[in-house]
C-alpha cells in the first residue's frame, strides 16, 4: 500500500495557525506513508498537478489531502486522482481548515490537531477499497414551485431549452409580488408593463404547464427522480370552462378583503385577483361565500354564462415525476403589528405598509392611482416613510436588512411627488443602501428633484392628534428629537420569508435558516444549489433580495437544471450498503428501518432468503449498518472498520 | 493533566456543515475535539462509541440534523432512540452518562456549533479525565468486538502497484 | 372618613379568600406613600381591604434604596438597604407588595444583584448579622390586583359603575424596565391595567405615551425638563379625550399632577388633566368614598369626572350610588354591591 499525504496550505489561510512542514513531516512516518508534501494552494491548477505527478512518479495507491472542508471540494479531488489514473474514492480529504485553522489561534494546538486528523485520514484511506458509480436515467421534467418574477423567469429559461416544466402557484394567479407594484427602481419602469407580457408568455408556452391554486403535497425520491404530489385545491370553477368575464365576481354578494391589494379596498367571495391575472379564471373562497356559510345563495352559479361553477369541487392530489426542482417561493412582508406598538401595533388606519401604499400609487390599485389616506379618503399632504420596520431591529429579533427598502422608499417618494405635487415626503432612514446599478443616483434624484427630506434615525413613537399624525423620531445629524405631523404613514416592512416556507422545506429536505429563509448550498460558490441534489432556489426565498437579482438567480439556476437534464442519466454515489449475503441470517432488519425502502428479499439457491440492497434506490444513511444484528450490512466508503480505525487512531 | 480526548461524530448534512460554517465565520472553539465525518447520525452504531471510552476518550459528542430535518428523513430519530438508550446503559459500564452528549446543529447554526463545542468541552474539562484512564486502563471492559469487531489491518484487496 | 367603608371587605377571588393567608401579603409603603403620596397609601389599603386582599405591613421597614442619596453615596448601599428590607418582609410571607414603583425597581434590582453576587451576599449577611433571605417574590400593585382579582367578577359586583370614563393607563418607566429584571408586562407595550380597569366599566383605550417619561427626578436638578416631558404626556392624553391619567408610581403622579400647574404657567397652556392611582380608581368603582381616596388631595380636581362617574353608573344595583363619596353605612358583603345609604 503506497499513501500520500497532501498538505495544504491555502495561503496563510491553514499555514498561518497549522505549522503545514511539521504535518507533512508528520505523516511520512505514519505507517503505508512514503510520499508527503506541502502545497500553496491544493485546489489550484499547479495544486492539481502536483498530486497527478506524485501519484504517478510514486505509484500511490491511497491519497490524503489535508485542506479544507471536503464538502467543498471532495469532487474536485475525487476528479484530481481519477485523472492521475487512480479510483476516484480512494482519496480522503482532511479538514484543517474550517475544523482547525480557522477556529483556533494558538499554532501548537492547531498543529497537534491536524496531525492527529491527518493520522485519522490515513487510518481510514487505507482501509477503502475502490468503488463504481452506475448511473440512472432521469426524468426530463422539471417542477417551479412559485409563480412570481423569479419562478416565472427559471420556467421560460427551461422552457426554451425545451425541457417540459410545471409551474406549480399557490395563489390563483402568477405574478407574485411584482405584479403588486406600481412602478420599480430605479427606472420608474411600470411593474405590471414588464411583467404582464411574460406573464402571459408562461401562460402559452408550449412546454410550460401552469398549476394554479395548487401546492405540494409530498415529494419522495431522489436527483433525477423526484415523484411529487400536487394537491390542486377545490376552487369551485372549473378551470377548463371559466372565460374570466367576471360576471361572477360582479354579481357576488360575499365581500371579502382584497388580498391582492393587500387589504386596502374590498374583493368578493369569487373574485379574479386583477384584470391582468394569469390565468384568467375566477376563485372563489368558501369562508366568505354565503353559499357555504348560509347554505344558500347561488348567484355566481346562475349569472355565470359558462356554467363553470361547481360547488362540489374537491381538491385532487396529481402525481408526477421530475428530475429537477426549483423553488421560487418568494417572500412576503414582515407582519409588524405585533413587534411595534409604537407605531400604533396596526390602530391607526393611516399607518400603512409600504405594500398597501403601493397599491394606493397604482393606478390599478383601488383608489384607480389617486392616493387617499384610509381614515377618511383625503390626499396626505405630508407623507412620512419610516425604514427598517422589522429589519436591522435586533430589538424585535429581526436583525436582517430587507435589501429593497431604501430604494422603495425613495422610488414611492418620487411617485407620492408625482402624484400629489403639493406633497412633502419626509423618509427617516438608519442608513441609505443603494448599491446596485443606479441605485446611489436614483435616490439623490427623490431628495435633490422631489424635495424628499431625509432624516438619519430611528422613529419612537408614531401617535394621532388633531386628526393627523405625530411622528417622534430623532435626527442624528442635527443631534435633536424631530417631530413630524404627517397625513400618511408609511412603514418600509422587511421581508419575512413566504408563510409555510420551512414546512415546503421539510417535505423537500432542503434547509433553511431560523427565518425559514431557504439555504444555498455553499454562500459563494454554489449559490443556487440546495444541500440535495437535483433542487435549486430562485429569488427571494433565499434572502430577501429585489427583481434584478431574483431574475438572475432564477436564470442561473435554470441553467443548473438544464445541465443536469441534459445529460439524460446521472451518476449515482456508489457510497450505498452492501449486504455480506453469505453471512445475512435473513433477519430483514435492515429492510424494516430502511427510509427508501431500498432493500428486498433474495432467495439463495440453497433457499435461504437473504436481503439485498438496490443499489439505485439505497441513498447511503447508514442506519441498517447499525440495525444489523450480526453487522453483515456495510455502508460502503463508511464501514465499521474504517469508523472505528478512525476513532482508535484518534485515541491512541 | 494530560490533554483531553474528545471525539465528535456528525452528520455531513447539517452539524458537519454547521461546524464547517463556525470555521468559516472564525468562531474561536476548544481545541480538544476531533471530529468524525459519517453521513448520517443514524449511521452511528452505539458500539462505536462505547468502543470511544473503551480506548480513552473522555467525551463522545454526537451531532445530527434537528428533527424533522434528516436529509435521510429519519436517520436522526433512529439515532435518538439508540442513543437514550445507549446513555442510560453507560452507567453500567462505569461511564458518566454526562461524558457522552447528544444533540441537534443544523448547517445555518455556526455560532450554535461553536457554543455546543465550548460547553461540551467546558463540561468535561470540569469532570477531568476519565479515571484509570491515565494509567492505561480502559475503563469498560465490554466486549465491542462482539458486535463491530476488530478493525481489519489489512483490507481484502491488495492495491495493484501501476508500474 | 367614614368607618364604615372600611368594613367593606369582600375577596372578589373565591379561591384566594377560602384559604385564609394566601391572600395576604408583605406590604412595604416606603417613604412616599407614608409622605407626599399618602393618598396613594390610604386608597391602596382601602381598596385592598374591599377586595379581600390582606396587608401586613412590614415592621421597621427602611428607606428602600432608590433614593439619590443611598444610591449614589455608595454603590452597595443601593443594595444592601433594599437587602435588610427583603430580609424582613419575608417574615411569614411568600410575597410582598411595594406600590411605590421607585421602590419596586430597587427591590427587584437589588434581587438581582444579590442572586448574581455571593460577594453581596456575604455583605449583607455581615450588616444583618445572619444570612440574607432575599428570595421573597416581589410584586408591584398593578401586578398585585391584576393576581388578585378576576375582570369577570369585578364586572361582576361593580356593575359598571365608570361607565362613560375614558381612562388612560400611564405606566411610565420604572414598572417594566429593565424589562428583563423587572420581567413583569411587555416592556414596549404595559397592558396589566387594562382588564381592570375595562372591568369597571370604564373604557381605556390605547394610550400611545403609556411608557414615555414623565421627567423623573429631574424635577430637582432641571426642572424644564420635567415641565417639558410631563406636559407632552398630560397634552397628548387631553387630545385623545382622555378624562384622566391612571398611574401607579408616586413620582409620575407628582409631576404629572402637582406639576401641571407649573406646566400651565410655563407654556401658557390650560391643561385640566385629573391623574388618579390605579387603586383611587379601583376604589371609586367599589364605591368607596373620594374623600377616603383620598382624591381631593390631588393638585388637580377630579370633580367633573366623579360627577361624570354619577351619570354613567348603570344597572338598577349601581344607581343606588350615585353619590360615591356618601356616607355608607351598610357593608358590602360577597358578590354583592356597596349599597349607599345616606
Not at chain 1, 489561510?13 to 505523516?27: M, Y
Not at chain 1, 426542482?325 to 403589528?337: F, N, P, S
Request: charged share 20%.
Amino acid at each position: 500500500m503506497r499513501i500520500g499525504v497532501f498538505v495544504c496550505q491555502c495561503g496563510t489561510n491553514i499555514a498561518g495557525t497549522v505549522a503545514t512542514d511539521k504535518v507533512a513531516e508528520a505523516a511520512l512516518s505514519m505507517r503505508d506513508v512514503l510520499h508527503a508534501e506541502t502545497l500553496q494552494y491544493t485546489c489550484s491548477d499547479p495544486g492539481q498537478r502536483a498530486i497527478i505527478d506524485a501519484v504517478q512518479k510514486k505509484g500511490l495507491t491511497r491519497v490524503v489531502i489535508a485542506a479544507c472542508s471536503p464538502r467543498m471540494h471532495e469532487t474536485t479531488f475525487r476528479r484530481t486522482i481519477g485523472q492521475a489514473g487512480m479510483n476516484a474514492y480512494m482519496m480522503e480529504m482532511v479538514n484543517i481548515r474550517e475544523h482547525c485553522s480557522w477556529i483556533h489561534s494558538d499554532i501548537d494546538i492547531a498543529t497537534d490537531k491536524a496531525i492527529d486528523l491527518v493520522q485519522k485520514g490515513v487510518a481510514r484511506v487505507r482501509r477503502q477499497v475502490p468503488l463504481y458509480s452506475t448511473t440512472v436515467p432521469v426524468t426530463r421534467r422539471v417542477l417551479v414551485i412559485g409563480g412570481g418574477v423569479a419562478g416565472i423567469q427559471a420556467a421560460l429559461d427551461i422552457a426554451d431549452s425545451g425541457l417540459p416544466v410545471t409551474l406549480v402557484e399557490r395563489g390563483p394567479t402568477i405574478g407574485g409580488n411584482m405584479a403588486r407594484l406600481d412602478k420599480t427602481f430605479p427606472t420608474l419602469d411600470c411593474s405590471s408593463c414588464i411583467l404582464t407580457p411574460r406573464m402571459v408568455e408562461a401562460k402559452q408556452h408550449e412546454n410550460i404547464r401552469l398549476m394554479v391554486n395548487a401546492e405540494i403535497e409530498q415529494v419522495r425520491g431522489y436527483i433525477g427522480n423526484f415523484e411529487v404530489d400536487v394537491r390542486k385545491k377545490a376552487t369551485c370553477v372549473i378551470e377548463d370552462k371559466c372565460t374570466g368575464c367576471m360576471i361572477c365576481q360582479e354579481k357576488c354578494p360575499g365581500k371579502a378583503p382584497d388580498e391582492f391589494n393587500a387589504g386596502v379596498g374590498q374583493s368578493k367571495a369569487i373574485s379574479i385577483p386583477f384584470p391582468q391575472a394569469v390565468p384568467m379564471v375566477a376563485a372563489l373562497r368558501k369562508e366568505y361565500c354565503r353559499q357555504f356559510i348560509n347554505g344558500k345563495c347561488g348567484v355566481c352559479k346562475k349569472v355565470c354564462p359558462a356554467d363553470a361553477v361547481d360547488y362540489e369541487q374537491v381538491d385532487e392530489i396529481t402525481t408526477e415525476m421530475f428530475g429537477a426542482v426549483v423553488v421560487a417561493t418568494g417572500y412576503e412582508l414582515y407582519d409588524w403589528r405585533e413587534a411595534y406598538p409604537d407605531y400604533g401595533g396596526g390602530q391607526y388606519p393611516d399607518v400603512v405598509t409600504s405594500l398597501q401604499y403601493e397599491r394606493m400609487l397604482s393606478a390599478s390599485g383601488p383608489t384607480a392611482g389617486h392616493v387617499q389616506r384610509p381614515s377618511d379618503g383625503a390626499e396626505p399632504k405630508q407623507v412620512v416613510f419610516v425604514s427598517c420596520v422589522g429589519s436591522r431591529d435586533e430589538s424585535v429579533g429581526r436583525p436582517l436588512c430587507c435589501s429593497v427598502g431604501c430604494m422603495y422608499i425613495a422610488k414611492q417618494a418620487i411617485l407620492t411627488k408625482e402624484h400629489i405635487p403639493d406633497s412633502q415626503s419626509y423618509v427617516f432612514y438608519i442608513d441609505i443602501r443603494a448599491t446596485g446599478k443606479g441605485y446611489e443616483e436614483f435616490t439623490r434624484r427623490a431628495q435633490k428633484e422631489f424635495g424628499a427630506i431625509y432624516l438619519r434615525g430611528r422613529v419612537g413613537k408614531i401617535y394621532p392628534s388633531n386628526g393627523q399624525l405625530v411622528v417622534m423620531g430623532t435626527d442624528t445629524l442635527s443631534g435633536g428629537p424631530v417631530e413630524i405631523e404627517a397625513d400618511l404613514v408609511v412603514l418600509a416592512t422587511g421581508f419575512s420569508a413566504a408563510r409555510g416556507a420551512g414546512e415546503l422545506a421539510r417535505k423537500l429536505n432542503i434547509s433553511y435558516d431560523q427565518y425559514e429563509f431557504l439555504s444555498e448550498s455553499h454562500p459563494k460558490l454554489r449559490p443556487v444549489e440546495t444541500t440535495t441534489g437535483g433542487i435549486f432556489l430562485a429569488g427571494a426565498c433565499q434572502a430577501p433580495k429585489d427583481i434584478p437579482d431574483s431574475v438572475a438567480q432564477a436564470s442561473a439556476a435554470a441553467a443548473k437544471v438544464i445541465g443536469l437534464l441534459s445529460r439524460g442519466e446521472i451518476e449515482t454515489s456508489p457510497m450505498v450498503a452492501a449486504v455480506d449475503q453469505l453471512r445475512c441470517i435473513g433477519c430483514f432488519k435492515c429492510r424494516d428501518v430502511c427510509p427508501y425502502n431500498a432493500i428486498e428479499a433474495l432467495e439463495l439457491r440453497d433457499g435461504r432468503q437473504v436481503a439485498k440492497v438496490i443499489d439505485t434506490l439505497c441513498q447511503g444513511c447508514g442506519v441498517c449498518n447499525v440495525a444489523c444484528p450480526p453487522s453483515v450490512v456495510s455502508l460502503k466508503g463508511y464501514t465499521d472498520n474504517q469508523l472505528i480505525a478512525e476513532t482508535m487512531e484518534l485515541l491512541r | 493533566m494530560a490533554e483531553l480526548k474528545l471525539i465528535g461524530f456528525l452528520c455531513n448534512w447539517c452539524s458537519y456543515a454547521g461546524a464547517d460554517m463556525a470555521g468559516t465565520a472564525r468562531m474561536k472553539q476548544p481545541g480538544e475535539l476531533r471530529i468524525i465525518r459519517l453521513p448520517c447520525t443514524g449511521r452511528v452504531n452505539p458500539l462505536l462509541i462505547l468502543k470511544a471510552f473503551q480506548q480513552g476518550a473522555d467525551g463522545v459528542l454526537v451531532s445530527g440534523c434537528h428533527p424533522g430535518d434528516c436529509h435521510y428523513n429519519e436517520g436522526n430519530y433512529y439515532a435518538r432512540r439508540r442513543l437514550e438508550l445507549l446513555s442510560r446503559m453507560l452507567p453500567a459500564f462505569g461511564i458518566e452518562p454526562e461524558r457522552f452528549h447528544f444533540t441537534w446543529v443544523s448547517a445555518s447554526e455556526g455560532a450554535r456549533w461553536a457554543d455546543v463545542v465550548t460547553q461540551f468541552t467546558r463540561k468535561i474539562e470540569a469532570m477531568g479525565k476519565m479515571s484509570g484512564a491515565e494509567q492505561g486502563t480502559p475503563p469498560a471492559k465490554a466486549s465491542c468486538e462482539a458486535g463491530v469487531g476488530a478493525p481489519d489491518e489489512q483490507t481484502g484487496s491488495e492495491d495493484a502497484v501501476p508500474a | 372618613m367614614n368607618d364604615d367603608s372600611r368594613k367593606v371587605s369582600a375577596a372578589i377571588n373565591a379561591p384566594a379568600a377560602a384559604e385564609p393567608g394566601r391572600n395576604a401579603y408583605s406590604y412595604f409603603p416606603g417613604c412616599s406613600l407614608t409622605g407626599s403620596a399618602g393618598e396613594y397609601d390610604a386608597s391602596f389599603r382601602l381598596t385592598s381591604e374591599a377586595l379581600g386582599i390582606r396587608l401586613d405591613e412590614i415592621s421597621d421597614w427602611n428607606c428602600c434604596g432608590a433614593s439619590p442619596a443611598p444610591h449614589h453615596w455608595s454603590g452597595n448601599l443601593g443594595v444592601l438597604l433594599p437587602a435588610r428590607n427583603l430580609h424582613i418582609a419575608g417574615d411569614g410571607h411568600e410575597a410582598m407588595v411595594a406600590p411605590c414603583a421607585g421602590c419596586y425597581n430597587r427591590l427587584k434590582n437589588a434581587q438581582h444583584e444579590l442572586t448574581g453576587s455571593e460577594e453581596l451576599r456575604e455583605q449583607a449577611a455581615r450588616v444583618l448579622e445572619e444570612p440574607v433571605r432575599y428570595e421573597i417574590e416581589i410584586l408591584n400593585l398593578v401586578e398585585l390586583f391584576a393576581r388578585e382579582v378576576s375582570p369577570e367578577a369585578l364586572a361582576e359586583r361593580v356593575q359598571g359603575r365608570l361607565a362613560g370614563l375614558n381612562l388612560a393607563t400611564y405606566y411610565g418607566c420604572l414598572l417594566t424596565r429593565p424589562a428583563k429584571i423587572m420581567n413583569f408586562d411587555n416592556h414596549r407595550n404595559p397592558v396589566s391595567m387594562k382588564p381592570l380597569l375595562r372591568a369597571t366599566g370604564a373604557q381605556s383605550d390605547h394610550f400611545p405615551f403609556k411608557s414615555e417619561c414623565c421627567g423623573s427626578y429631574m424635577g430637582l436638578a432641571k426642572k424644564e425638563i420635567v415641565l417639558r416631558a410631563s406636559r407632552r404626556v398630560i397634552e397628548v392624553a387631553a387630545g385623545l379625550g382622555f378624562d384622566a391619567i391612571v398611574t401607579a408610581c408616586p413620582l409620575c403622579h407628582q409631576n404629572l399632577d402637582l406639576r401641571q400647574g407649573q406646566i400651565n404657567k410655563a407654556f401658557g397652556t390650560s391643561l385640566d388633566m385629573p391623574v388618579l392611582y390605579y387603586s383611587q380608581v379601583l376604589g371609586l368603582a367599589l364605591g368607596l368614598g373620594s374623600d377616603d381616596l383620598g382624591i381631593d388631595a390631588h393638585a388637580i380636581s377630579a370633580r367633573k369626572l366623579l360627577a361624570k362617574i354619577g351619570k354613567g353608573a348603570g344597572g338598577p344595583a349601581a344607581a343606588t350610588s350615585l353619590k360615591p363619596e356618601a356616607n355608607q353605612s351598610t357593608p358590602a358583603s360577597i358578590g354583592t354591591i356597596p349599597a349607599a345609604g345616606s
